[in-house]
Nanobody, 127 residues
Framework: QVQLVESGGGLVQAGGSLRLSCAAS????????MGWFRQAPGKEREFVGA???????????DYADSLKGRFTIWRDNAKNTMYLQMNSLRPEDTAVYYC?????????????????WGQGTQVTVSS
């Protein structure tokens, strides 16, 4: 059984940082795609960023344009875990953050391409 479990969410003041984790079990996704999405109240789920296998031990991370420079994604294959480091947080970053994964190399921005999802973790940024 495949499980993705997010952790690390919480309440932080504007300008602060949080690191989210997504621990995978049942699959490694080491040659696939893992991504982060978020959904704020009353809004659609939006792409945050993702990391895709590029061959060998190389992975490539990409991000939503609006988040580049503040958010960083990487994965630790030994722990079968993906991370999302969020810096300079803003109130508009408040959302439930979801981890998603596919064993294939998928178009990273499309939520429908991912096969597995976590339950989400709440991030709240106060002004």
């Amino acid at each position: 059984q495949v499980q993705l479990v997010e952790s690390g969410g919480g309440l932080v003041q504007a300008g602060g940082s949080l690191r989210l984790s997504c621990a995978a079990s049942g699959r490694t996704f080491s040659r696939g795609t893992m991504g982060w999405f978020r959904q704020a109240p009353g809004k659609e789920r939006e792409f945050v960023g993702a990391v895709r296998w590029r061959g060998g031990n190389t992975y490539y991370a990409d991000y939503a344009d609006s988040l580049k420079g503040r958010f960083t994604i990487w994965r630790d294959n030994a722990k079968n875990t993906m991370y999302l480091q969020m810096n300079s947080l803003r109130p508009e970053d408040t959302a439930v953050y979801y981890c998603a994964a596919s064993e294939d190399l998928v178009e990273i921005v499309h939520a429908s391409r991912y096969d597995y999802w976590g339950q989400g973790t709440q991030v709240t940024v106060s002004s």
